[in-house]
């Protein structure tokens, strides 16, 4: 079921990045930096009102064996009650947020109205982790892209009739309210009209340890957007906003396709040693198959990627992008890790990671602050480039500590435990190197990107294929003759 929940969730996040990704080059060719830079502003608010709607017990309902029926009505009606309260603090706060960012008074209408999102979005966040709880996630697959296709549809449309910003805005409020409708319509599910405060106590210690790591990392994610507009303002944020934004298109698909498969399959073999030792062993190597080439070919194409989507309106945005993905790739390995402690019920480890990662962040911001809107005739976001530089560092240093303790609670040797990349790694390298010598003889983006993909395609599987590579010829052998991987 694993394996079949893993298909269905890559088949999702692939399905949604498309229709993501689409809809995103139009209107980054439409709508102007400041447009993406006024909505980046807003995000960074929405960000922490979402993670206190849901309070982390969506990861206390996945981590339970068998939730009940009062026990997920419970969490509905909770994150209801806090998503409808928060956003009535939201509204009245408007103006304040439009101080933070040049006092633009644009920020106070899209603020309110872009607000509503989450509390659509909390509608939904029970119907799909009862799903993902279940491993049946082609409804949750199709509410995406059903939502997706409507926000799409919705966003061009007005960002073809003039009304920038605004664009952005009503595609966010459509896509959560579509894909929140067909979930209720079609899982059959409803609440019990009750409220346990028992169940909710059951599931505090899972619930409000996550919160707290989801809380640091939503801080520590959104506060160099908050600080990027407020020193080095809208513009330099738009172009912080366009490389977070595509750079998490390709760390989002995996990273949550990880998290939402692999935390269920866990779950179930979370008493027997052993086996789980083997199904996190097969989970590490599976996962540096698919994100360290994916990120580290990302990094290597990036300026003909951009080019043939954007031509150079978004230039300023490929360093920030390149380094957004180096971040990534600890971001989603340090997310499977998490996976393993939440599954042992271990999310107290999870915090002081987590808190280890942030101290480490502070240290390199309070470092970057001064010079966040450094720039030069030929670098205008060099003092951006500073400040992830920062993220880079703190995420590897946390990296590099985690899988250290992890190691040790899942009953496996550190190097073994590390090593698991190690195959993987050092093929994207040199699949890596060869690609990036054929961006000094070629010149045409199209020509350059198309000659990059077949080559870093042939080395990296061709390679696997005459090491044996047991990842590869399992998941080929799965997606073939439909056998298991986990």
């Known amino acids: 079921m694993t394996a079949n929940s893993v298909k269905w969730n890559l088949i999702d996040r692939v399905a949604s990045q498309i229709l993501y990704g689409v809809t995103g080059v139009i209107l980054a060719n439409i709508l102007t930096k400041k447009d993406f830079g006024l909505v980046g502003a807003i995000l960074v608010f929405q960000a922490f ?6 309070s982390g017990f969506s990861y206390a309902l996945i981590q339970r064996k068998r939730p009940s029926r009062l026990d997920y009505s419970t969490v509905l009606w909770f994150n209801m009650a806090m998503a409808t309260a928060i956003y009535i603090i939201l509204f009245f706060c408007a103006p304040l947020i439009a101080l933070c960012f040049e006092s633009d008074p644009r920020l106070v209408p899209l603020s309110r109205v872009m607000f509503l999102s989450f509390i659509l979005n909390a509608s939904a966040i029970v119907q799909t982790n009862r799903l993902m709880k279940l491993m049946d996630v082609r409804m949750v697959a199709a509410s995406n892209a059903i939502g997706l296709l409507a926000g ?16 952005l805005v009503w595609q966010a409020i459509v896509i959560n309210g579509v894909k929140s409708l067909v979930l209720w319509l079609t899982t059959g599910w409803r609440p019990l009209w009750r409220f346990s405060m028992d169940s909710l106590r059951k599931f505090f210690s899972v619930g409000s340890g996550m919160m707290a790591t989801s809380f640091l990392n939503t801080l520590f994610q959104n506060i160099y957007g908050f600080l990027i507009g407020n020193r080095a303002g809208l513009v330099s944020l738009g172009d912080y906003t366009q490389a977070d934004k595509w750079s998490k298109m390709g760390i989002t698909t995996i990273s949550q396709t990880v998290t939402s498969a692999f935390l269920p399959g866990l779950s ?3 008493d027997d040693r052993e086996r789980f030792i083997r199904v996190s062993t097969k989970m590490n190597r599976f996962t540096a198959y698919l994100v360290l080439p994916s990120m580290g070919f990302l990094i290597v194409c990036a300026t003909p990627v951009f080019h043939c989507l954007f031509g150079t309106k978004w230039d300023n945005s490929i360093p920030l992008f390149r380094l957004l993905l180096l971040r990534g790739v600890f971001t989603v390995l340090v997310a499977l890790y998490n996976n393993y402690l939440i599954a042992l019920a271990r999310t107290r480890e999870v915090v002081r990671m ?8 502070v240290v390199f911001l309070v470092a970057a602050f001064p010079l966040i809107a450094y720039s030069t005739d030929t670098d205008p976001v060099a003092g951006i480039n500073i400040l992830l530089w920062g993220q880079v560092a703190a995420s590897a240093i946390t990296w590099g500590v985690m899988a250290y303790r992890t190691s040790a609670i899942v009953g496996r040797n550190v190097i073994g435990f590390i090593g698991d990349n190690v195959p993987y790694g050092a093929l994207t390298l040199l699949a890596s190197m060869v690609m990036f010598s054929e961006s000094l003889v070629i010149e045409d983006p199209w020509m350059l990107l198309g000659a990059q993909c077949v ?3 042939a080395i990296y599987c061709g390679c696997n294929f005459l090491m044996g590579s047991k990842v590869q010829r399992e998941l080929l052998t799965y997606l073939l003759k439909k056998e298991k991987v986990f």
């Open 268 to 270: 179930h073999v979370q």
């Open 49 to 54: 009102a979402s993670l206190f709607v849901d």
């Open 455 to 457: 080559t870093g395609l």
């Open 354 to 361: 987590e808190a280890l990662r942030d101290i480490t962040a």
């Open 152 to 167: 799409s549809i919705t966003g061009i449309t007005l960002a073809l009739t003039g009304y920038g910003a605004w664009a």
